[in-house]
C-alpha cells in the first residue's frame, strides 16, 4: 500500500516538477560552493572534481559493463583516475588510459593506470590509444577535458568508434553553457551530444544514470547499443 501511494507521488506532475527545480538549485548551490566543495572533495587523498553521485554511477557501470579499458580524457589533478582504478581493483579487472595536455600535473601511480601527455584528439594520442586496445577488449570512454562543443565533438567523433557494445561514452560537465551553470560557456559538452547523436544513432541517452537527480553530466551517459 505504501508503495503504491508513494508511486503516485511520484506521478503528481506539480511534484515531479517541484523535484527537479530543488535538485536544479541544489546544483547550482553546489556548484558555485566550488572552493568549499568539489575543489574540496577527494578520493584518498587525491583531488577529484567530479560529483559524488556520478562517482557512484560511474561504479555502477564499470561493475555492469566490466570494460577492459577504459580511456579518460582530462586526468586533472588525478582523483577520477585513481578512483577507475580503485573501482578495476575491486571488480579485479581493467586498466586506464588516462590523456591530459598538461605535463605538469602528477598523475597518480598505479599499475592499472597508464598517462599520456598530449591532447585527446591529436592524431600522436589516438595512434598511441589504439595501439593500446585490443580487438576483443570492452572499452568505456569518459570525455573530460576541453569543453567546448567544438573539442567535445571532435573528441566524440574520435573515440564514439572504440567504444564497445553495451558499453558507455560518457561526456562530462553537460552542465556547462547554462545547464544550468556557466552561461558564458555556451555551447559546450551539451550541444556536442546532440549534434553527435543525430550523426550516431548507435549512442543512446541513458537516463536511468541520472537518478539521483543532480549530475554533472545530464544527457552524457551515453550507452552504445
Ligand atoms: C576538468 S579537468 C579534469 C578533471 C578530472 N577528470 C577529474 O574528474 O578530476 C580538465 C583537464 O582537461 C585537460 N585538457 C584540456 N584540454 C585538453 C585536451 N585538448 N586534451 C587533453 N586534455 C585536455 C586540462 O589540462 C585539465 O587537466
Same mark, same amino acid.
Given at each position: 500500500?505504501?508503495?503504491?501511494?508513494?508511486?503516485?507521488?511520484?506521478?503528481?506532475?506539480?511534484?515531479?516538477?517541484?523535484?527537479?527545480?530543488?535538485?536544479?538549485?541544489?546544483?547550482?548551490?553546489?556548484?558555485?560552493?566550488?572552493?568549499?566543495?568539489?575543489?574540496?572533495?577527494?578520493?584518498?587523498?587525491?583531488?577529484?572534481?567530479? #560529483? *559524488?553521485?556520478?562517482?557512484? %554511477?560511474? @561504479?555502477?557501470?564499470?561493475?555492469?559493463?566490466? !570494460?577492459? +579499458?577504459?580511456? /579518460?580524457?582530462?586526468?586533472?589533478?588525478?582523483?577520477?583516475?585513481?578512483?577507475?582504478?580503485?573501482?578495476?581493483?575491486?571488480?579485479?579487472?581493467?586498466?586506464?588510459?588516462?590523456?591530459?595536455?598538461?605535463?605538469?600535473?602528477? #598523475? *597518480?601511480?598505479?599499475?592499472? %593506470?597508464? @598517462?599520456?601527455?598530449?591532447?585527446?584528439?591529436? !592524431?600522436? +594520442?589516438?595512434? /598511441?590509444?589504439?595501439?593500446?586496445?585490443?580487438?576483443?577488449?570492452?572499452?568505456?570512454?569518459?570525455?573530460?577535458?576541453?569543453?567546448?562543443?567544438?573539442?567535445?565533438?571532435?573528441?566524440?567523433?574520435?573515440?564514439?568508434?572504440?567504444?564497445?557494445?553495451?558499453?558507455?561514452?560518457?561526456?562530462?560537465?553537460?552542465?556547462?553553457?547554462?545547464?544550468?551553470?556557466?552561461?558564458?560557456?555556451?555551447?559546450?559538452?551539451?550541444?556536442?551530444?546532440?549534434?553527435?547523436?543525430?550523426?550516431?544513432?548507435?549512442?543512446?541517452?541513458?537516463?536511468?544514470?541520472?537518478?539521483?537527480?543532480?549530475?554533472?553530466?545530464?544527457?552524457?551517459?551515453?550507452?552504445?547499443?
Amino acid at each position: 500500500m505504501a508503495e503504491r501511494s508513494k508511486s503516485r507521488a511520484h506521478r503528481n506532475p506539480l511534484k515531479v516538477l517541484y523535484s527537479r527545480l530543488i535538485a536544479r538549485e541544489f546544483l547550482k548551490c553546489y556548484y558555485h560552493s566550488r572552493p568549499k566543495i568539489w575543489n574540496n572533495t577527494y578520493w584518498m587523498g587525491v583531488p577529484v572534481g567530479k #560529483c *559524488p553521485f556520478d562517482l557512484w %554511477i560511474y @561504479q555502477e557501470i564499470l561493475y555492469e559493463t566490466q !570494460p577492459d +579499458i577504459i580511456i /579518460e580524457s582530462g586526468t586533472g589533478l588525478g582523483g577520477s583516475t585513481l578512483y577507475l582504478a580503485s573501482c578495476c581493483d575491486v571488480i579485479g579487472k581493467g586498466s586506464i588510459i588516462t590523456i591530459d595536455i598538461d605535463n605538469r600535473l602528477n #598523475c *597518480p601511480k598505479h599499475k592499472r %593506470i597508464r @598517462q599520456i601527455v598530449g591532447s585527446s584528439v591529436s !592524431p600522436r +594520442i589516438l595512434d /598511441e590509444v589504439k595501439r593500446d586496445i585490443s580487438s576483443d577488449d570492452a572499452v568505456l570512454v569518459s570525455l573530460g577535458s576541453d569543453h567546448s562543443k567544438e573539442h567535445v565533438l571532435s573528441e566524440m567523433r574520435a573515440y564514439g568508434a572504440m567504444v564497445t557494445s553495451g558499453s558507455y561514452m560518457i561526456v562530462e560537465d553537460g552542465i556547462a553553457g547554462g545547464h544550468p551553470v556557466k552561461k558564458n560557456h555556451y555551447p559546450g559538452p551539451m550541444e556536442a551530444i546532440e549534434e553527435y547523436l543525430a550523426e550516431d544513432p548507435t549512442f543512446t541517452i541513458d537516463m536511468k544514470r541520472e537518478k539521483f537527480m543532480m549530475t554533472f553530466n545530464p544527457k552524457g551517459y551515453l550507452r552504445e547499443a
